[in-house]
């Protein structure tokens, strides 16, 4: 329960010259976060109440209702746009629009080419823009590009669309990151990502995939495909544009008191929440001179090839296993459940034990790695064994959801925290243009060079994360012998986990 007291001390100026430090009350300071400016122009008698345990837990559930599946719902719909483009390979695209060679492997990876160029704008974007409002837009635009997906008629074509995608989709887990500091408490953090990075788009698609595949149009079901899920991503931009707050503080739903309480929430976070009048290039130099940033990047890099090469070639793999096409189509569902189960697994214990999602992530890999080595050497003839060693391999996707959770948890400071989100999705983004090119033509149906480099990556994921966390570890023992210095108004500055001495980080 806050007492008044913990409430006035969050206002309570800073004294100190640096010029990176000044006074809220002012709101002269370089280093004011919009949550502190709130708290200190808000009336009295909002703070003088202490918030009660039941005024506390209405708030969460209110904030799990509205903000969770907007989040849950978005990350599907830009996922789709990925995973879709197997179900099309299989429904004729690649005959339609006359796909060559490695053509196809191409297609898969120039998304993720767009996506890295604009990683770095869009999150300069996101630094001077409403992120709700940007969420929205780019939502629309990925909506537009499916539907133009339908009109491509060769190679070139494809690759626009594609990499037009990419670039309207790298906002996508910056803005879930953002929005996620600003809501929820960092032991809630794990579980909330594991939902709404679930991957229900493979559920959603195969769905949609098996009922198109049924249809009788003069259209191509791989173009009516991407027509209609096309068609969700623009109704679902108005919702976001109705629904997503820019942050707790505008969120129009809430009142004054419920505003409070939320900061009162993630005051522990001790991250802020945002700060957009400036870049701050010392934070961007703070974060790309940590050794912990390029661990978590080259994490992001390994664990995230074994991501695109099955999304490209998920359903190649499964109707070279003998499986008609429509058959396929379902197959790919459980692939979805099984990815989405196991990150909720992974997280549960990730948010209640103190300081293990470096082992938990790293432990969760070997049973991918397994299922790696039965893809590779289990005999061809061995259909169940092969698809049942397929469907487990999804639970690569845990690990990387409970990594993202490390670098939310971690990184203090606006212009920090956008340049610890570029980084981990530009690895993201070298990881899934990789990923198609270990999976060539040439290697089908059995993929044996595909499937030992996805165990080299994995092997590679599991090394980076123990580093990470023996650093953080680290870290927090020689600030625990230095002794933490507390100053009331650290939780809401936009300043930086380094600056800030009682700051402790979770691995």
């Known amino acids: 329960m806050a007492t008044e007291k913990e409430a006035n001390d969050i206002e309570k100026p800073y004294d100190n010259n ?9 709101g002269t300071s370089k280093d004011v976060d919009v949550a502190a400016t709130f708290l200190a122009t808000l009336d009295a008698s909002v703070k003088e109440t202490p918030i009660s345990d039941k005024e506390a837990k209405t708030v969460l559930w209110k904030i799990d209702l509205a903000i969770l599946p907007i989040l849950a719902v978005s990350v599907i719909i830009a996922a789709v746009d990925k995973v879709v483009i197997s179900n099309a390979a299989i429904y004729g695209m690649k005959a ?4 060559s060679g490695s053509q196809y492997s191409w297609v898969g990876s120039i998304f993720y080419f767009g996506y890295l160029i604009f990683e ?4 300069y974007i996101l630094q001077k823009l409403p992120v709700a409002r940007v969420f929205a837009v780019t939502t629309l635009c990925w909506g537009i590009l499916m539907m133009c997906t339908a009109a491509t008629q060769n190679f070139g074509g494809l690759a626009t669309v594609r990499f037009l995608m990419g670039m309207a989709e790298s906002f996508i887990f910056p803005l879930c990151a953002i929005v996620t500091v600003m809501w929820w408490k960092n032991e809630e953090q794990p579980i909330r990502a594991a939902i709404y990075l679930s991957q229900g788009s493979s559920i959603f698609v195969g769905v949609i995939s098996y009922g198109i595949g049924h249809a009788h149009t003069s259209i191509a079901s791989w173009r009516l495909l991407f027509l209609v899920l096309g068609g969700f991503s623009v109704i679902w931009a108005g919702i976001v544009w109705t629904f997503l707050p820019d942050s707790p503080l505008t969120c129009w739903y809430m ?7 939320c900061l009162q929430r993630i005051r522990g976070n001790n991250t802020g929440v945002e700060e957009k009048d400036h870049v701050k290039w010392y934070q961007v130099r703070e974060c790309l001179i ?3 940033t390029w661990l978590l990047f080259v994490f992001s890099i390994a664990q995230n090839i074994p991501n695109g090469g099955l999304i490209t070639f998920s359903a190649i793999i499964v109707s070279g296993l003998g499986f008609s096409t429509l058959n396929t189509t379902l197959l790919g569902i459980p692939t979805g459940i099984i990815a989405t189960l196991w990150a909720w697994l992974m ?7 103190k300081n293990a999602r470096s082992l938990i992530i790293a432990c969760a890999n070997l049973v991918t790695i397994a299922c790696a080595i039965l893809m590779w050497k289990l005999p061809r003839s061995n259909q169940n064994g092969l698809l049942a060693a397929y469907y487990v391999f999804y639970t690569y996707w845990g690990p990387y959801c409970m990594a993202q959770t490390l670098y939310m948890s971690n990184t203090s400071g606006h212009s920090k925290k956008v340049t610890m989100g570029a980084v981990y999705f530009i690895g993201y983004c070298v990881g899934n243009i990789i990923g198609p090119q270990v ?3 040439n290697d089908a149906p059995r993929y044996s060079h595909g499937y030992s480099g996805l165990l080299a990556c994995l092997c590679v994921s599991i090394a980076c994360v123990l580093a990470y966390g023996a650093l953080c570890r680290t870290e927090n023992r020689k600030r625990d012998r230095e002794g933490a210095i507390y100053e009331p108004g650290e939780a809401f500055s936009d300043r930086t986990d380094k600056e800030k001495l009682d700051f402790r980080y979770v691995y």
């Open 439 to 441: 999976f060539r033509d």
């Open 96 to 99: 339609d629009t006359n796909l």
């Open 347 to 353: 997280a549960w214990p990730a948010g209640k034990l």
């Open 120 to 123: 770095y704008p869009a999150g």
């Open 255 to 261: 009142n004054d008191r419920q505003k409070y309480i």
């Open 18 to 26: 640096s010029e990176t430090k000044g006074d809220f009350a002012t």
């Open 290 to 292: 940590d050794p912990r």
